[in-house]
């Protein structure tokens, strides 16, 4: 079965480095995402992410945030000076559409450890 | 605004018996209601989803949702528990074209 895949699956880094964290959405869908669970916590939505531009994007995703599909098959989440709140699991996600009843497939998740 | 409410933090529940994983929502037009499980250090996997029709939703690993527009709810039901159910449910609602908005989520405890 189709899964999305992300790497690396934990990362550690320091406080204002940049960290990238990349997937592989699955291969005939068209809509692609980002969302991250801080521990303990809800699963929140960052952005969205159509025909090589944001979609739609969520107050959490400020400046410091970017996504880019710089192939065909890669989707990577960028924070250009990580702070200590950015620790959490990042997870990427896909769906065929945009059509509300789609089902968006999740990866396995990325967890970020900002030190 | 779309939102989705997951009033147990945990069930417990022992290995036979059934299970209910309580769900309930607010939307403003039709609810696009979702049941995903997060199995621990693992991803978020889709379980099932109502779009329209049969208010009972069948889905994966014998799990089902029942959809009640007059109580709002949409909770998840399995009729015998089983131990490798234990994981961490998540209920969420469509909310808007690009989006899926998550309850807090219920943890399952299924005990031998």
């Known amino acids: 079965e189709p899964e999305v895949t992300q790497t690396p699956s934990h990362q550690v880094t320091q406080m204002g480095q940049e960290v990238i964290l990349r997937c592989v959405p699955i291969?005939?869908?068209?809509?692609f995402y980002w969302y991250r669970q801080i521990l303990g916590q809800k699963v929140e939505f960052l952005v969205s992410?159509?025909?090589?531009?944001?979609?739609?994007k969520s107050e959490i995703f400020d400046d410091q945030f970017s996504v880019e599909r710089p192939d065909g098959s890669n989707f990577t989440l960028k924070i250009r000076s990580t702070k200590l709140e950015d620790s959490a699991m990042y997870f990427c996600?896909?769906?065929?559409?945009?059509?509300?009843?789609?089902?968006?497939?999740f990866g396995e998740g990325s967890w970020l450890t900002v030190v | 605004a779309q939102s989705v409410a997951q009033p147990e933090d945990q069930v417990n529940v022992a290995e036979g018996n059934p299970l209910t994983v309580k769900c309930t929502y607010s939307?403003?037009?039709?609810?696009?209601l979702f049941w995903y499980v997060q199995y621990p250090n693992r991803g978020l996997q889709f379980l099932l989803k109502?779009?329209?029709?049969?208010?009972l939703v069948k889905g994966s690993y014998g799990f089902e949702a029942e959809f009640n527009k007059s109580q709002t709810s949409f909770h998840l039901k399995k009729p015998s528990a089983l131990v490798s159910d234990s994981a961490l449910y998540f209920c969420?609602?469509?909310?808007?074209?690009?989006?899926?908005?998550f309850g807090a989520g219920t943890r399952l405890a299924v005990h031998p």
């Open positions: 996600a896909s769906s065929q559409d945009s059509l509300p009843g789609n089902t968006i497939y």
């Open positions: 291969s005939n869908h068209l809509y």
């Open positions: 109502y779009i329209t029709g049969d208010n």
């Open positions: 969420a609602v469509r909310g808007g074209a690009n989006k899926l908005i």
């Open positions: 939307v403003s037009g039709n609810p696009y």
């Open positions: 992410f159509y025909n090589n531009e944001i979609s739609e």
